[in-house]
């Protein structure tokens, strides 16, 4: 069965330090890749996405995620965080030719002024 | 304009109610979502429809029921509500089953 691992429950970091967050799917095929942030109080916004082309993907807010087949991996990294990037971020994966998307159970990310 | 909108934003029941969660999108996405969110944060999908048709239907107990009266709305309606069902409910729409999603609000949902 499909399945989408965040190894990072929570993270506290201070501001400046660099992020990564990990993220391990476990699917055979050819799968689309999605990392979702949620702030306090708020519904989930896209970060990033990757369909195919550049393994490294650059999204919104200075974030980044690299894709590495071999791994099974799209790790979200950020080189200096703020206390604005407090907050849920969710990895998440679909394959082609459905329409369910799995998440992780999401990595709680809390940076301290 | 709000893309994707939920109503009510809190709802807060006895056991053994019935209760409904009315869900749009002026996206004119073809595919729409309900996912439940969990006090851990745990985000499970529980159904989709793609063009008003039933295309996932999780293992979620038959007290849920989705209807889809268009392509823009996708309303949740729960019978007889049980103290697990607790939890923030969101919506979300997509231009395709595997594209990126939009998310709704969410609905806060506490069952006493």
């Known amino acids: 069965a499909q399945s989408v691992s965040q190894h990072n429950h929570h993270v506290i970091l201070s501001e400046a330090a660099s992020l990564e967050l990990g993220c391990n799917y476990s699917y055979g095929g050819t799968v689309n890749l999605f990392w979702y942030v949620q702030y306090p109080g708020q519904h989930l916004q896209l970060l990033l996405k990757y369909f195919s082309g550049d393994p490294l993907v650059k999204g919104i807010k200075g974030f980044e995620a690299e894709f590495i087949k071999s791994k099974f991996s799209f790790n979200l990294r950020k080189p200096s965080v703020q206390w604005s990037d407090t907050a849920e971020y969710f990895c998440a994966v679909t394959s082609s030719g459905t329409y369910k998307y799995i998440f992780g159970t999401g990595t709680r990310l809390k940076v301290l002024a | 304009d709000t893309a994707v909108s939920q109503t009510p934003k809190y709802l807060v029941t006895q056991m053994g109610n019935d209760k409904s969660i009315k869900c749009e999108q002026n996206l004119g996405h073809d595919t729409m979502y309900w996912y439940k969110q969990d006090s851990k944060k745990f985000l499970k999908i529980m159904f989709s429809?793609?063009?008003?048709?039933?295309?996932i239907n999780e293992t979620v107990p038959n007290r849920f029921s989705p209807k889809s009266p268009d392509k823009a709305h996708l309303n949740l309606h729960i019978n007889s509500l049980e103290l697990g069902d607790s939890a923030v409910y969101f919506c979300?729409?997509?231009?395709?089953?595997?594209?990126?999603?939009?998310f709704g609000p969410g609905t806060r949902l506490t069952v006493t």
């Open positions: 429809y793609n063009n008003k048709e039933l295309i």
């Open positions: 979300a729409s997509s231009p395709a089953g595997v594209d990126e999603q939009y």
